[in-house]
Nanobody, 115 residues
Framework: LVQPVESGGGLVQPGGSLRLSCTAPGFTSNRCGMAWYRQAAGERREWVSDISSDGYTGYADSVKGRFTISQDKAKDTVYLQMNMLKPEDTAMYSC?????????WGQGTQVTVSS
């Protein structure tokens, strides 16, 4: 079981940056893909970004040009660099393993964008 664990959330002012990490032992050796999702209070969970083992990436329109997903295979870690943050980016951010590693979710990390 490739189980992801998120970190890096916190409180940041509008226009600021944060980098989230998703570490999953076995992520590299199993050639997993990984996705980031977020869920704001009272809202449905929405897809943010994903990356395949080969490095192909995808982004939701709402974050395109501001967020960057990347991976460090030596550390079994996927990052989500978030720049130009807006109050509407406030949410619990979670990562999910993708094919061929099944669908395993982390506990999430809270991001709050507020002045």
């Amino acid at each position: 079981l490739v189980q992801p664990v998120e970190s890096g959330g916190g409180l940041v002012q509008p226009g600021g940056s944060l980098r989230l990490s998703c570490t999953a032992p076995g992520f590299t050796s199993n050639r997993c893909g990984m996705a980031w999702y977020r869920q704001a209070a009272g809202e449905r969970r929405e897809w943010v970004s994903d990356i395949s083992s080969d490095g192909y990436t995808g982004y939701a329109d709402s974050v395109k040009g501001r967020f960057t997903i990347s991976q460090d295979k030596a550390k079994d870690t996927v990052y989500l660099q978030m720049n130009m943050l807006k109050p509407e980016d406030t949410a619990m951010y979670s990562c999910q393993t993708l094919w061929p590693c099944g669908s395993n979710w982390g506990q999430g990390t809270q991001v709050t964008v507020s002045s």
